[in-house]
């Protein structure tokens, strides 16, 4: 079956650590996002990217960094610059086609130790 | 600017219909999505309007007027499973495959 697969489901990072957040997909999409959701609230949009080696910042993309080095995959860094980074943390992807909806992933948990 | 209303919590009885409102102000429309979204999960994808009128997906439809900036989701026959927040989403015109994210409602289904 076709899917995207986060890991880790929970993730504890120290203070001053940089930790990486894995994003595979197999449905042959072009287009990956990161969310990150904060408790009662929305998604916010941290970076996307709509083609291998290329992506662009969203409205929250301090503190973080992504790379698109593979069609399948769209690993995020939550660097120690992130002073709040304790979040529900989704990955997402999509085609290019107008209207395709984005599915996600089942979400990543960090929380600071 | 660009804003997307929806009321923060409503709640409903089992066997009962809902609708939730979503009112959106954008840079430009090229569609608009609902998600459903369980405690601690994914959000789903429900539906997508990009035409003016219903859509109906078994016990869910989706309505859209684009003059009026609105939509809403309608819910037939609760049922206790759909206790969830339901997202709001529009997609911008123009290249960029971004979406703008409503804050949720927050369905509470009693028996």
């Known amino acids: 079956d076709g899917g995207i697969t986060q890991s880790p489901k929970y993730l504890f990072r120290k203070e001053g650590q940089n930790v990486t957040l894995s994003c595979e997909q197999n449905?042959?999409?072009?287009?990956m996002y990161w969310y990150r959701q904060d408790p009662g609230q929305g998604l916010r949009l941290i970076y996307y990217?709509?083609?291998?080696?290329?992506?662009q910042k969203g409205d929250i993309a301090e503190g973080y960094s992504v790379s698109r080095e593979k069609k399948e995959s769209f690993p995020l860094t939550v660097t120690s610059a992130q002073k709040n980074p304790t979040a529900f943390y989704l990955c997402?992807?999509?085609?290019?086609?107008?209207?395709?909806?984005?599915?996600f992933g089942d979400g990543t948990r960090l929380s600071i130790l | 600017g660009q804003n997307i209303d929806q009321p923060t919590e409503m709640t409903a009885t089992e066997g009962a219909i809902v609708q939730i409102n979503c009112t959106y102000q954008?840079?430009?429309?090229?569609?608009l999505f609902w998600y459903q979204q369980h405690a601690g999960e994914a959000p789903t994808f429900l539906s997508y309007?990009?035409l003016d009128g219903l859509e109906e997906k078994g016990r869910f439809s989706s309505f859209l007027s684009r003059s009026k900036g609105y939509s809403y989701l309608l819910l037939k026959e609760l049922q206790m499973k759909d206790s969830a927040s339901y997202l709001c989403?529009?997609?911008?015109?123009?290249?960029?495959?971004?979406?703008?994210w409503g804050l949720g409602t927050s369905l509470a289904v009693n028996p």
């Open positions: 997402a992807s999509s085609t290019n086609r107008g209207g395709e909806p984005q599915h």
């Open positions: 449905l042959n999409h072009d287009a």
């Open positions: 990217s709509q083609i291998v080696n290329d992506f």
């Open positions: 954008t840079s430009g429309f090229n569609g």
């Open positions: 309007n990009v």
């Open positions: 989403a529009v997609k911008e015109a123009g290249n960029n495959r971004k979406l703008i």
